[in-house]
């Protein structure tokens, strides 16, 4: 943890510099803003604690105008209520009373430090949202977080936790899309013992393993109608009903939910409660794509290489001018979840001083960055292959291997497959008994077939 204290150093705050050394930061001091800049220019840090009898206003607003992202605690004499509530009106985002107390100072270098693990971010996209997720933080409302796959969306999920009133209670993930729905409603509400065949014992679900913190509910659009009536019933009332229970069980919880789907739309299509997406979507935080926050590029590929290199135990390479330019080239379709891959990747294969572009490749071993062949040009060509694939083939093996391949993809969630597919989910469940019934392998509830078959 690196430490910037703004101030005279001298009395309380040198008192507080000790104790923040003793805990393990280390501690640079600058006794004005124009200082204190130059030291952020020049070597940066993970937390700036500035005097209040220095200006928290100007700081704050030189760092928003060099684009600092680092966060800003004051501090001050402890019986001045005033100055206190005009630090935080300024924008530090805590208030540190001197003399300093050492579990105090401890907590807020804990905090800080989880917030610079959990978010690395430098475009005024991601800025927007990271300020609204501030605001909304300490509320009790619940929220629904969208964006596509791989944007970020849990770790959006636990910075808002981290920074909330709930932040000492448990932070509970379901993904609702990788659960199949016969075992999503126990996964969530718990079941008693008998409750059903394999229940051999209670067992307390997602919700009472949350209370009194937060519970994300991730891509929330997979799960099906009938359960959602009793997610929003569980929400309205803070009450669930264990599957085989006769007793209502309360629990207290926030509610964070996520899709990478337009809710709306699939309200429109009978697939989502209306009234549901009202209680969730109280507030919406809406994480843009990384081909849409083009400077996050450079900045989180950064993280990862020092991430993954520290992992490794390899040395930290920096990006080459060409590495640089590849990764700025491509569109980014898995977001950052592709991003922390290929960098992990190039993190392996380089062998230089630098990590070169030969080492930002794709899965497959293909070099990004070049320039795309023409839209059309690849269509026909993938047109082509298709169709040679497809001569000397029934319409029925197709079909059958269609639904079998969606149905892997989808980790044997029929409800799920029916949706890609677009067919009703008894069509599928046919086709499925026709294919068991012939001996053919197909993927039970959370599994795939077995590669080869």
């Known amino acids: 943890m690196r430490l910037l204290i703004v101030g005279a150093m001298k009395g ?23 200082q204190a800049l130059m030291v952020m220019r020049a070597k940066g840090a993970d937390l700036v604690i500035i005097d209040v009898s220095l200006s928290v206003r100007d700081l704050v607003a030189a760092f928003e105008a060099e684009r600092i992202r680092t966060p ?22 805590e208030y540190i009373p001197l003399p300093p107390d050492p579990e105090m100072i401890a907590a807020v270098l804990e905090a800080v430090s989880r ?5 690395v971010f430098r475009d005024d996209a991601m800025q927007r949202v990271v300020r609204l997720a501030d605001q909304i933080a300490r509320s009790e409302a619940s929220i629904l977080i969208t964006g596509e796959s791989g944007v970020g969306k849990e770790v959006i999920a636990r ?3 981290s920074r909330s009133n709930r932040r000492d209670k448990p932070f509970i993930s379901v993904n609702c899309a990788a659960i199949p729905d016969a075992l999503l ?24 393993e949350a209370t009194g913190g937060t519970l994300l509910l991730d891509e929330i659009s997979e799960m099906e109608v009938r359960l959602q009536a009793k997610l929003l019933r569980a929400i309205q009332e803070r009450v669930i009903d264990r599957v085989g229970g006769g007793k209502p069980v309360p629990v207290d919880i926030r509610i964070v939910a996520t899709s990478n789907r337009n809710l709306a739309d699939e309200v429109r299509k009978g697939t989502f409660r209306e009234d549901l997406l009202y209680r969730l979507n109280v507030v919406n935080l809406r994480i843009p794509a990384l081909r849409e926050r083009t400077q996050d590029i450079l900045e989180l590929a950064n993280h990862f290489v ?5 992992v490794n135990g390899v040395p930290v390479r920096s990006l080459s001018p060409d590495a640089k330019r590849a990764l700025l080239a491509n569109p980014w379709r898995g977001n950052v979840r592709e991003l922390e891959n290929t960098l992990h990747r190039a993190v392996l294969l380089a062998t230089g001083d630098e990590i070169g572009a030969d080492a930002i490749l794709t899965p497959e071993g293909e070099a990004y ?6 839209p059309a040009a690849r269509a026909l060509e993938t047109a082509e292959a298709t169709a040679r694939a497809l001569v000397g083939r029934t319409v ?27 067919i009703s989910i008894r069509t599928l469940r046919n086709k499925l008994n026709e294919y068991t019934a012939e001996g053919i392998p197909v993927a039970a509830p959370g599994e795939a077939r077995a590669a080869g078959l």
């Open 72 to 93: 800003v605690a004051a501090c001050g004499t402890g019986t001045d209520a005033r100055a206190a509530v005009a630090a935080i009106q300024a924008g530090a985002r």
């Open 12 to 34: 309380a705050l040198s008192q507080a510099t000790k104790i923040a050394i003793d805990r393990g930061a280390s501690v640079t001091n600058a006794e004005s803003v124009d």
């Open 396 to 422: 029925a093996d197709v079909e059958r291997e269609l639904i079998l391949d969606t149905l892997d993809h989808c980790l044997g969630n029929r409800t799920h497959a029916a949706k890609i597919l677009g």
């Open 185 to 208: 409603e126990s996964e969530l509400f718990g079941h008693e013992k008998g409750a059903f065949t394999g229940a051999v014992a209670r067992r307390i679900g997602k919700f009472e």
């Open 306 to 310: 020092r991430k993954y290199a520290d």
């Open 115 to 119: 917030d610079t693990r959990a978010l």
């Open 159 to 161: 910075y808002v936790h």
């Open 369 to 374: 960055g070049h320039a795309p062949r023409d």
